[in-house]
């Protein structure tokens, strides 16, 4: 009997879709589409920075600042670790009382 209900079911669905009929788009409807995505895809006139020349040269300037800023923390961590050395040089001469001059 579940055979028979399911049969029945399977082929009203199939019945179903006997009149049904392909979709027609409107006339002209490819066309107006493809110049909508075409006027999507323009970069307006009012922005230079689209432009691959600017884009070039924006990204140079990223990478020379980029570069100085690297530079600039390597010196001042080279710096900072020879400040530290003399720091301690005198902190190890100042435990042992070795900057004071004594004449015997």
Do not use: C
Not at 11 to 29: K, M, T
Request: no cysteine.
């Amino acid at each position: 009997m579940k055979s028979e209900d399911l049969h029945n079911n399977i082929e009203q669905s199939l019945s179903s879709l006997d009149g049904i009929q392909r979709a027609v788009a409107p006339d002209f409807f490819y066309t107006r589409l493809a110049a909508r995505m075409e006027k999507a895809l323009t970069i307006p006139a009012w922005i230079p920075f689209g432009k691959p020349v600017w884009l070039i040269a924006t990204l140079l300037v990223f990478l020379v600042l980029n570069t100085m800023m690297i530079k600039q923390s390597k010196l001042s961590k080279i710096k900072g670790a020879v400040a530290n050395t003399e720091s301690s040089l005198q902190s190890f001469a100042a435990e042992y009382e070795l900057n004071s001059t004594v004449n015997y």
